[in-house]
């Protein structure tokens, strides 16, 4: 049986993000989950502290040369995970698949697997240039979320293998849909930016 891979993720210091990441290290700790938590200073706001998860990720992934899986740091394992079919592609994330490629919620990067190939690689340093593009538009109107640029990068790289991450590893508390469709999930996400996102902007 393989291992799964190590559970990656940060949250902004002296911010209530630290108590959302302290539970999520005592579940992987419950499930003897490898696992790499860091703390890191606010770089002024939400939307910034939010593109900086695919450098997090690159720099993660360089250095450790393994296959990781991204947890925002609002997750909680529930139950035990396993090494699934989808972690075999380059990278893998939940999709809607109801929704259009271009509509800003068709990818949801709360987990994200990258392996350790060229082409998780390739895909990552594609995301985190996209993050700082959309970011740094000075027409943008509408909120910055790290899954739009994840979503743009993986239109631009076709040749790279992305998986659909079942619901089962991202499923959101209180969506209606998901709590209907995965009964019994191993990750749930708590949406700690509904709560903390003005907190850390100010």
Known sequence: MRQFPTIISF???????????E?????????NLNHYIKAIPSFGSWELNCAFKPFFILGER????????????????????????PFEADLSVRRHPELSDEHPSK?????????????????LRSWAVHAKQMLLDDEREEEFWDQMALSQAIRNHSDVVVSDLPLAYAKIFDH???LISEPNPIIVH?????????????
């Open 62 to 85: 360089l250095e450790k040369k393994e296959p990781l899986l991204w947890v925002d740091c609002d997750g909680v394992f529930e139950r035990a995970p396993e090494w699934i079919q």
């Open 23 to 31: 539970k999520l290290a005592e579940s992987c700790r419950k499930w």
């Open 107 to 123: 990818v949801i990067s709360s987990t994200v697997y990258a392996n350790n190939t060229p082409g998780a690689e390739q895909l």
């Open 190 to 202: 708590y949406q700690a930016s509904r709560r903390f996102k003005d907190q850390v902007s100010q």
């Open 11 to 21: 949250y902004t210091q002296n911010t209530p993000y630290q108590f959302e990441a």
């Open 176 to 178: 209606p849909e998901d």
